[in-house]
């Protein structure tokens, strides 16, 4: 990522810059509604995004939140998938239609009204929220919105604009191209920490024009998501409407294999994952957990996030505190809950802090002069706690965790730091 | 517990009213030194505590994290209980004696001293330790203290404020007594959010003069752990140091059966489990969630646990918001990650906030006015987020869900809110 001072700077590179897979069309409009939920309020404002696929066989795949609460279009969005062909996403942000008593058949009407407005199949189109829990969504307004939607075509770059919540600048990541004549890969995002009333939903949109069939997309996808989305954590929790859908057009007329597929996909998703963490509210921080050597690597994904998400680490690091104590004992923490019978062997364990070795052969090796060094180090990875409109790149604090045992590959998570911003955002917005 | 407005006035409660089982004694005395890991600095002040059981045989029973990186008093605790019984606990504050290469040789040491000076068997002696992880214990001036403690005896009210390190105030509980012929139980406890390096430690010493042989003693304090410690969470991580020690001098001369025994240890555990979530620095509201008609209890806490670790929840709860998205949110992550076969039924699930149902039947069932009376009721639940020297007693903010399924008890997990003044302490102590 290019570093950026200015938020149209930012925009204009996205404009300027991103691959734009052939065969896919974006759109976008507002509308303003009342809420049932809140008489008293001003008229909030929504946005209606809608992506396109100009293939009459386009095959899609979908991952959604394993949150047991699902919401209405997670529901609908695993009803519509099992055929393997998707012709667009309807997205609002604002409501997330989560626990209204008529979401299914809200989020129904939507889809539905959408097939009719691009004359496509009612099944292969998906009515995606984000937003408030518990509202119900302005179905009326947004059914009068829909048949205008092809008026109002817009960029990738306003798309992903479009589908933000407390995003503090939209997320946008390719590959393919220019000059390359293979197929291109987009991928649009949103997610942050939450402010609002439980915004936190992550929606990632991967577009290809590679030739792909369903089973292979399908298979990859969880793949790649395994390394990315599905290795951060900003807020602990999985959102009740988490999803991540991937189409693929084919218009390039170039197939592609299993490797070549996941070589093309992996960075985008990674870029996108990492922005996700790097714009959230309240973030000042990007905290890299790296397991090395540790034989079960699933264990290894568990016990880095459990190492992000825990208060304490999280604190020390947004104070610049190389706290290895508590890094320690987070991790002796995660390792009794995830391996209660003891199979991991830390008898070997190595932690480095930016590469600096600060515990080995059960003892730690800091004094106060590396200490000093250590927090100059995550010093010069703080970001700006108000965050811009634009990524402000700063690196990342590494923990690395080196279990020196036989292991096929190095696992990564990501996380954020908790800093005062974090409360503030997310304790204070009604007062 | 009652209600205090001057530290004094709770000291002197304690003093007055606390029931102090026969054969136990209580001795402290503090120390300077110098830190080898902080030449520059100013000298450290420690308190060193002594408990001492007069009678010749005293069962015991202790319980130790599970952290997969236990401090050297966990090792030796572990291997010292071993015979089931204990005469002594020495125990200091301000370091933990946790991964220092010569730990498990000092802890010893200290132990061993501690013996000599009271003329008891050396493996009957615990040396406890909380404080700074990482630096070694000052041993020289602490093993020219120790034969000094005979002189130093104290009340169990100044040997609960000598083991203190981050602890808002000092902590006692007890049951049995005054006017009753029967045995006492006396529990002494510190324990906090953390504030300086890793002072996560919870340590909880229990005394009674009931008879109760070891294997007895060992059960029930599990039975009565589970339900009290081990269902609270502050900073969600469990520490290097946690350690609760059981002893029953038998004075009394009353034997105890196994319903008898807890019923008169259970109370004494809840009112210093609450008081441990209640004393700690940032804690603005104690957050109680009860879990009700769900089959499996240990599942039942595993998900209490994770709604209490919820920073969104914990969160909203600091800004007085009742926001049942969040809390169904993070029930719904809990349950896919503990129970991801989907063995529970959620069909039936009610939520209820201060026992007002906000969700039934899948959707949610608040309104305005409703949310409105319920963050005034947090509001009157919230203590003064710059903590006393006393207990303020606010109540709790209670999260109930009652999955309406066959259950033999139900479940209570004890958990802090985050506040501002939390990241102040965990972040900034530094700068």
Request: net charge negative; hydrophobic share 40%.
């Given at each position: 990522?290019?570093s950026f001072t200015e938020e149209q700077d930012y925009l204009d590179y996205l404009d300027r810059q991103a691959r734009v897979p052939r065969g896919f069309r974006f759109y976008r409009r507002s509308i303003t509604f009342n809420a049932a939920e809140r008489p008293g309020d001003e008229a909030y404002r929504m946005n209606l ?383």
């Amino acid at each position: 990522m290019l570093s950026f001072t200015e938020e149209q700077d930012y925009l204009d590179y996205l404009d300027r810059q991103a691959r734009v897979p052939r065969g896919f069309r974006f759109y976008r409009r507002s509308i303003t509604f009342n809420a049932a939920e809140r008489p008293g309020d001003e008229a909030y404002r929504m946005n209606l995004s809608y992506l396109h696929s100009d293939a009459v066989e386009t095959p899609a795949a979908v991952m959604t939140t394993t949150n047991r609460f699902p919401g209405a279009p997670v529901i609908l969005a695993r009803e519509r998938i099992a055929a393997g062909h998707l012709r667009g996403v309807l997205v609002n942000n604002k409501v997330a239609n989560v626990g209204a008593e008529t979401g299914l058949a809200d989020a129904r009407r939507l889809a539905d009204c959408t097939a009719h407005t691009f004359a496509v199949p009612e099944r292969q189109i998906l009515s995606v929220s984000t937003g408030v829990i518990g509202w119900r969504l302005p179905v009326n307004e947004m059914e009068s919105a829909i048949p205008r939607l092809p008026d109002s075509p817009c960029s990738p770059r306003e798309f992903s604009q479009a589908i933000m919540t407390t995003d503090r600048y939209p997320k946008l990541a390719w590959s393919g191209g220019p000059g390359e004549p293979g197929p291109v890969m987009l991928g649009a995002a949103k997610g942050a920490g939450m402010v609002e009333p439980n915004l936190a939903t992550m929606l990632v949109f991967f577009l290809t024009d590679a030739v792909v069939p369903p089973v292979l997309l399908d298979r990859v996808q969880r793949r790649v998501v395994n390394r990315s989305f599905n290795a951060l954590s900003v807020d602990g929790d999985q959102s009740t409407s988490d999803m991540v859908v991937a189409m693929a057009g084919g218009a390039s007329g170039v197939e592609l294999n299993e490797r070549d597929l996941e070589t093309l996909w992996q960075p985008v998703a990674d870029a996108l994952a990492l922005e996700i963490v790097r714009n959230g509210e309240g973030t000042s921080h990007v905290i890299e957990v790296i397991i090395r050597g540790c034989p079960d690597a699933s264990l290894a994904r568990k016990l880095g996030r459990h190492v992000v998400d825990s208060p304490l680490v999280k604190t020390a690091i947004s104070g610049n505190d190389p706290n290895v104590g508590r890094i320690l004992g987070a991790l002796g923490d995660g390792l009794s809950r995830f391996d209660p019978e003891g199979r991991i062997d830390t008898s070997r364990l190595t932690i480095a802090l930016a590469e600096r070795v600060v515990y080995r052969d059960g003892s730690f090796v800091l004094n106060q002069e590396s200490e000093r060094i250590l927090a100059g180090t995550f010093q010069a990875a703080a970001m700006d706690p108000v965050l811009k409109g634009y990524p402000q790149d700063r690196g990342t604090v590494p923990i690395i965790f080196d279990f020196r045992g036989e292991a096929r590959e190095s696992v990564r998570v990501l996380g954020s730091d908790l800093s005062h911003e974090y409360i503030r955002v997310n304790a204070d917005y009604r007062t």
